[in-house]
Each structure stands twice: as structure tokens, then as C-alpha cells.
């Protein structure tokens, strides 16, 4: 390039200026309309985004334009119409770009670098294609280093503008430093990427050709400050229409905030009120849970206790239906309760160690005298994999389970009802089970299969008044079972069944050991035993199979007693003899007690190896069991452990002796808890709960002392020591939360721990809370359930068998008398056995005054007769030492040898005197 030949022109510094000032309010102007973009929606950011990109591209192009003009060159130059429109028209898009990727929710690196790649080149290309539209003299060429270089400051610049507009957008005041910072470096950088493209050209001599001269038009000075003030004008209409709408915006996020303030308000009116009104209600239904508790524990305790004496048939049935109406009636409070609890989302799961085995049994156990009352058949099968301990909300479990046991029960005429447990899956220490309730009842239509667990839903209208209910059972339950991370669904078939399923995750807890000082049986004892069993129905049969084989036992089923007498005759045949027969009492053709008739006629066997379980015991079982020589006599559902222990205690005792006492579960029990009895102090004002209580731990031989109220539970304390504390919480002048404070507070200073349960009508959310903290160390809810007092008071029995206490001092005359048989014998009846008691002290005196006098008058006819009468009744009573002392008399007076007579008749007094305390012991009203 010829140098000497270059164009020379000169900057008009004003223009400069004025393209500076033009570049920083298109810099603002951009600042406020991202701002305006990103806070529209729909039409109106439509509207703002093509409004704004050709406010900003005229802006921008006028800043250029202005700039062009800057440089003076010494000829006039005119500019093509059509090519400055195109240039116009690159700026509005490179604006159009720009507003939009900064108006968006977010902005990424790739976005800001396409997007300033689309920016910066419309901004350069509108540079150079404003250069091509001048028309004049002379060529311009381009240096292609500071052209390259200005492109990418076009692209760097645009990156940077993108990132601080996109940092700024939400910057509500017109004027502030960081808003100005901005304008002032986005202003600068517009005019750099000019002025170096500026730089990057040279122009040379050259004539012009008139055809390029068609569209070319000049600008005049006023064509310039047109230029300018309309510019201004366009930017500066934005920037105040901006700053209406944002003011207006402003005005209107106002108007939403003190509209959200004054509704924020509301609602803390109406949740304070809503607050006061459930604390209200709360309040109500606790004293209506409690008042209604309280007369319905003596209703049902005392009509328990009443039905377990002798009754003809017409008040039995008078009774039971009393006792059917109260449970129905303590059932429907309970479901509103807990429906109201986890309605308000109160209820919490607990996760405390359990004996999962225990649990299901227990739960089982509750409607096991339903199920017998209607003939069915309850059965449970727990898979052998699923843990032993669990770690989780047994209560809440057993409620699930005990609900759909219950309906399958209640829409059950005839059949059976089935529970099995399932190991699913298992993740470290989370297993999932998977309980199945099955039924042969009414079953569900397929339109109901979910309605019915709606609230207040049954699956027929009918149903509700056929069946009774509340209809809220399901809904609980699978809103218990869903807080237990699983789920709850069902499978049915109109006239053939249903069967229920729900899944549970629980954790697995350590095996806990065994807290009772007794040898437990070694599993050898019934490794490779030959077992016969005889059970009608099938299922039963099948998981009857599964127990014993699981201990190293070998079955064979039998599905009636003819079935099993002729496999018990094959077997004695093949010198393979069955060495224990396990018999259901209930079955058709041929029930138990026919069966075993049956089989001492066709066998002799050695009746101590056969057991029988029934559904439900009837008076006068277990003296008929004695007689037909059966070893065992267990109700059903049977737990595991309970059955394994009595074929334990059954064989074991077979190798001994071919004598032993009927088992059954008093006596496992009691061989349990080792004959140990606990001191309990009740803290109970009301009369009839006092009653009702004392006679439920008289039967389970505990001696109880009754105080009225806390400060009466305290003083008894100073006095003596108890095992165990059974506290109500509303009394008058002391309640139990203050008395057990009080204690607590005591025994911080002597450092000893007395036992407290909460026995009490609160059954409200939290309740159960408010005893724990006030100390207590457990809760039992009235009505009291006797198999949830039975697991409170074997949990303190096996406490105290553990710390080696001695048993009561009334405890060891007990051997006069085997009390686990008499109890048995009369069913546990203590009204009945008071009254023996009774006929007993009257009578035994009178009789040692007629022996001694048939031995002075040495009249040996007297001596066997009233020794054979002596012997009868003390055997009744189970006073087995008294008994033959008694038998011993009866046969010397029929021998006529009436030499040591006066020897056995001082041993008999001092024996029936013991006898007598036992007697006392075990009715202590009598006592008294």
C-alpha cells in the first residue's frame, strides 16, 4: 500500500463525547430493561423484549453512527440508505439476543457464551456494515490483526456486559453506585469496539462510481443532532417508561404484601382460634374418655370376673351379652380417639425392642374366645426366617393386626381365620414383613375394594347394622401402616373370603436373653421325637408340621380321630410306635376326649404322652383330662415357646416318672415365674375400679394393699417395700403425676427406684407422654385388659426372679397344696374356691375332734370312714400330703390296725393347718 497516498482525517472530540454519552444511556437504558424483561410475563415481556431490542440496537447504532461521523475525512460522505438500515437493523438483533439470555431464570456458562457470540458478532457486523454504506472519493482497506482484534473485544465485551446485566436485573432503586459502576464499564466498553474497528481502516483515493451513488443521501449537522436528540428521546422514553412500570410494580408488590399481611393476619386469628378450639375439644374429649373409662373398667373387669363363676346358662347369656355391648362400646371410643389423633397428626411411633413372637400371640390370644365362640378356627404361621426381636412400635402393631383379625372374626359364620408372616426383604438392620389375615367369610365386592378403607366406610350399608362398627378400623390401620413405611391393600372374592395384606419395616433388635432363673429344656429332648397329629383342619395341621419339624421332631398328620387310630395302630404294628400324640379337641365325628378314649382301648399307651389344645376351655375340662390320663391341656392360638416348653416338660417328665401333673398354661406359668408373688400397692380412689383391681391380682396370687389417693401411696411406701406400684392419675388431694414426683424426688437421695405403672382412664394424645416424664416407668389404659396386666406383672415377676428376691413368706406353706393343679381344677375360679375355703374351715376342725375320738374309743369302722372321707376332700383341694396322711388313716382303720394312728393324726393336723394358710393366702377377703 502506497502510503504517501493514505486518507488522513481527524476526530471531532465532541462528536466523540457525544457518541460516549449516547453508548452509557444505552448502557442504563439496558440495565433497566432486563430488570423489566424478567419480571413480565406473557404478552407484556413480549412487548418489552421487541420494544426494548430496538431501543437499545438504535441506541447502539446511533452511538456508532455518531462515532462515524467523529472522523473527519477531507471530502464530503454521503451513506446508502438501504445499508445503514441493514446495520440497524444487525444492532436490534444483537440487542434482541442480549435481552432475552439475560432476562432468563438462570444463566449457565454456555448460554452467556453463545449468547455473546451472537451479540458481539451483530455488533461488529453492525460496525462494518455501517463502514460499507459510506459512499466518497476513496477506498477503505483493513488492517486484519486490529480488525480480528476488535471482533473478539465485540464478543469479550458482550460476555461481560451479559454476566453484569444478569447480575443487576433485580436492582429495584433508579440510582445506585453498583447500578452506575455497571453503566459507566458497559458505556466504555460499547465505544471500544468502535473506535478499534475505527482504527483498523485506511482509506485511499479513488473515484467514485456514480451507480453507487443511487440511494446515497447526506447528513447535514441538524441531520446529526436529529440523529442524536432522537436517540436520546427513544432511550430516554425507555428509561422513564421503565421506571413508571417499575414504580407501578413496586406500588403493586406493595399492595400484594399488605394484601398477604392482612391475610397472614387472618389466618393467625383463625389459627389462634382454631388453637383454643382444639385445645377446647382436646380437653373435652379427655374428660369424656375418662369419664366414660372409668364406669366402662368396671363393667367390663366386673362382668369378666362374674363370668368366670359358676352360672346357669340364662345369666351366662345375659352377662355375655353385657360384656359384648361394652367391648363393642369401648371400641367405637377408641377408633374416634385414634382417628382424631392421627387426623391431627398426633401420634408418633414409639421404637423400643420387642419380642416379636409375643407381640403377634398376645394379639391373637385377645380374640381367640370370639373366634371359638363362633367355631372357628384362628390360626397363626410365622415363617422361621422372620427375627425373633424387632425394634419398633409394638402397641401400634398389635392395633393393625388385632383390626383386621378382628373383622375377619366378625364377617366370618364359619372357617377360619388366618395370620402369616412373611420375610420380605432385608437392607443391614431394616427388614420388611409382609402380614397376610385371611378369611372364608362374606367376602368384599371388586367396587368396594377401596371405599372400604374410607372413613366411616364399610362395604355395604347393611353391613353396618348387621356387623356394627364405626367403619374407621381400615382407615387407621392403613394410616398406621403407612407411618410404618409400608402398605396396606386386599384380595377378595365375594362369598369365598378375603385376605388382607400390609407390609411393615421394622429394625432388628439384639436377642434378648432369657431373664428367668430356670433351666430351660435342652433341644435334644425333642431331637428325633415321633409326633402324631390330629387336627381337622388343614392349615392347622401344616403349621403344626412346621413347628415340630423346625425342633427336630418327626410328624405324621392325621385329619380325624379314626384316621389317626388307624395310623397309631400301624405305627404299634411296625415296632415304630408314635412317642407323643398332639390332639385338637374340637372335631367332627370324633372330637378329643372320644379320640383318647378310643385310643387307651385299642392301645394302653402311656397317657402321660398325650396333649390336647382346644379353642376354647369349658368347666370341668381339666378334671376330665386327669381322668383320661392326658398330659397337657393348652388353649388356642398356642403360643411357640408355650407349646415347645409343655412337649418339653411332657417328655422330660415321661423319662422320670409315668406320673406327672396335667400341664397346662398355669402351670407354665407359674413354673415361669417359679411360684413367686409380687407385693403391689393400688393407688385408686374410686370404689368399684378398687375392687375390680384387687380381684384381678388376688387371682393371679398377688397380695395387694389399696390406698385413695397419692399422698395415702406415699405414706404406704415410707411404711414398708412393694414390687410394684399400680398409680391412678386423677385423685383428689394428691394425683398420681404429684405422688410420683414426689417420689421421685425422694429416691434422688437414697438412690433407690421404686416400680410405678400408670393405671389410668387418660387415653388422649400424649397422655402416655405426661406419665413417662412425670417418672413412671410404664401405662396401662382402663378398661385393664387382662393379658396387657398379665405383660406388665410377668415383666416385674421376672425383674424380681432376677435380682434373686425371696418369695413372700406366705409363699412356702404353698407346698401343701399343688396350686397350679387346684386352680386348674376349679378353672381358676376364686369366688368358688372362697367358698371352698369356707366349707373347709368349718369342717376340718370337726373332723380331727371325730378321729380322735374313734381312735380313743379305738373304733377302727369310724377311723377308715372318716379317713376315707377326709381323703376325698383334701384331694379335691389338690392337698396332696394331706391326702395320703388321710389315706394312710383310712386304710389302717380298714386293716384294724389302729397302732401309730395317733402319729399320723398329730402329722395330719399340723399338715391341714398349713393347708389352711394356703387357703387364706389364696383368698385373702376370706382371711380376713
Known sequence: ????????????????????????????????????????????????????????????????????????????????????????????????????????????????????????????????????????????????????????????????????????????????????????????????????????????????????????????????????????????????????????????????????????ELEVE???????????????????????????????????????????????????????????????????????????????????????????????????????????????????EVPGWMKGDPGRLRQVILNLIGNAVKFTEEGEVALRVRLESTEDSRVQLQFTVSDTGIGIAPAKLETIFESFS???????????????????????????????????????????????????????????????TAPSVLTGVKVLLVDDNRTNRRILEGLVARWGMISASASGGQQALEMFAAAKEENDPFQLVLTDMHMPRMDGFDFVERLKELSGLPTSTIMMLTSGGQRGDAQRCEELGIAAYLLKPVRQAELREAIANVLTARKVTEQISLVTRHSLREQATGGTTLKILLAEDNLVNQKLA?????????????????????????????DLVLMDMQMPEMDGFEATVALREREKDTGAHQPVVAMTALAMTGDRERCMDAGMDGYLSKPIRPNELDAVLDQYLLEKLASGSEPEPLSEPQHSIDVSQLLDRIDDDRALL??????????????????????????????????????????????TRAAELAAHLEEMGKGGQLAGTQVLLDDLAKELVSVQQVLDYLCPENAK
Open 1 to 264: 500500500m502506497d502510503q504517501a497516498a493514505v486518507l488522513t482525517g481527524s476526530y471531532n472530540y465532541g462528536l466523540v463525547a457525544a457518541s460516549i454519552a449516547i453508548a452509557l444511556l444505552a448502557a442504563y437504558a439496558a440495565l433497566d430493561l432486563a430488570g423489566r424483561i424478567t419480571e413480565s410475563t406473557g404478552f407484556a415481556r413480549t412487548a418489552w423484549l421487541c420494544g426494548g431490542a430496538f431501543a437499545l440496537g438504535f441506541g447502539i447504532w446511533s452511538m456508532h453512527y455518531v462515532g462515524m461521523e467523529a472522523y473527519q475525512l477531507p471530502f464530503p460522505v454521503l451513506y446508502d440508505w438501504p445499508t445503514v438500515l441493514l446495520s440497524i437493523l444487525a444492532a436490534v438483533a444483537a440487542s434482541a439476543v442480549a435481552l432475552f439470555v439475560v432476562s432468563r431464570r438462570r444463566m449457565t456458562l454456555l448460554s452467556a457464551t453463545v449468547g455473546s457470540l451472537f451479540m458481539g458478532g451483530g455488533i461488529a457486523s453492525m460496525h462494518y456494515i455501517g463502514m460499507d454504506a459510506m459512499r466518497m472519493p476513496a477506498m477503505h482497506h483493513y488492517n486484519p490483526r486490529i480488525l480480528a482484534l476488535s471482533i473478539v473485544l465485540a464478543v469479550v465485551i458482550s460476555f461481560a456486559a451479559l454476566f453484569m446485566t444478569f447480575s443487576n436485573r433485580d436492582e429495584k432503586m433508579s440510582f445506585s453506585v453498583k447500578k452506575l459502576s455497571c453503566t459507566v464499564v458497559m458505556g466504555l466498553a460499547i465505544p471500544v469496539t468502535h473506535y478499534v474497528g475505527m482504527a483498523a481502516v485506511t482509506f485511499m483515493p479513488m473515484p467514485v462510481d456514480p451507480s453507487s451513488l443511487k440511494h446515497a443521501v447526506s447528513i447535514s449537522s441538524l441531520g446529526l443532532l436529529g440523529i442524536g436528540l432522537v436517540t436520546i428521546f427513544v432511550l430516554g422514553f425507555v428509561y422513564i417508561s421503565a421506571l413508571i412500570d417499575r414504580k407501578l410494580a413496586l406500588q403493586a408488590i406493595e399492595l400484594e404484601l399488605m394484601a398477604q399481611q392482612h391475610r397472614l
Open 834 to 879: 372362697a367358698d371352698l375355703n369356707e366349707i373347709f374351715r368349718a369342717d376340718y376342725p370337726n373332723h380331727i375332734k371325730m378321729l380322735q375320738r374313734a381312735i380313743d374309743d379305738r373304733n377302727a369302722a369310724d377311723v377308715q370312714r372318716i379317713g376315707h372321707m377326709m381323703k376325698g376332700a383334701l384331694s379335691n383341694l389338690s392337698a
Open 270 to 384: 383463625r389459627a389462634l382460634a382454631a388453637e383454643n378450639s382444639n385445645k377446647a375439644k382436646s380437653e373435652f374429649l379427655a374428660n369424656m374418655s375418662h369419664e366414660i373409662r372409668t364406669p366402662l373398667n368396671g363393667i367390663i373387669g366386673m362382668t369378666d370376673l362374674a363370668l368366670e363363676t359358676d352360672l346357669n346358662r340364662e345369666q351366662r347369656d345375659y352377662l355375655h351379652t353385657v360384656k359384648l355391648s361394652a367391648d363393642a362400646l369401648l371400641n367405637v371410643i377408641n377408633d374416634i380417639l385414634d382417628f382424631s389423633k392421627i387426623d391431627a397428626g398426633k401420634i408418633d411411633l414409639e421404637a423400643i425392642d420387642f419380642d416379636f413372637h409375643e407381640c403377634i400371640e398376645g394379639a391373637l390370644k385377645t380374640v381367640a374366645l370370639r373366634a371359638d365362640e363362633k367355631g372357628l378356627e384362628l390360626l397363626c404361621d410365622v415363617s422361621s
Open 458 to 520: 364399610q362395604a355395604d350399608s347393611s353391613t353396618t347394622r348387621e356387623y356394627g362398627g364405626t367403619g374407621l378400623g381400615l382407615t387407621i390401620s392403613r394410616r398406621l401402616v403407612a407411618m410404618m413405611g409400608g402398605r396396606l391393600w386386599v384380595e377378595s372374592e365375594v362369598g369365598k373370603g378375603s385376605s388382607f395384606h400390609f407390609t411393615a419395616v421394622l429394625e432388628r433388635a439384639p436377642e434378648h436373653a432369657a431373664t428367668v432363673p430356670h433351666a430351660v
Open 694 to 722: 384387687t380381684r384381678m391380682l388376688e387371682k393371679r396370687n398377688h397380695m395387694v394393699t389399696v390406698v385413695a389417693n397419692g399422698r395415702e401411696a406415699l405414706t404406704a411406701l415410707d411404711q414398708g417395700a412393694y
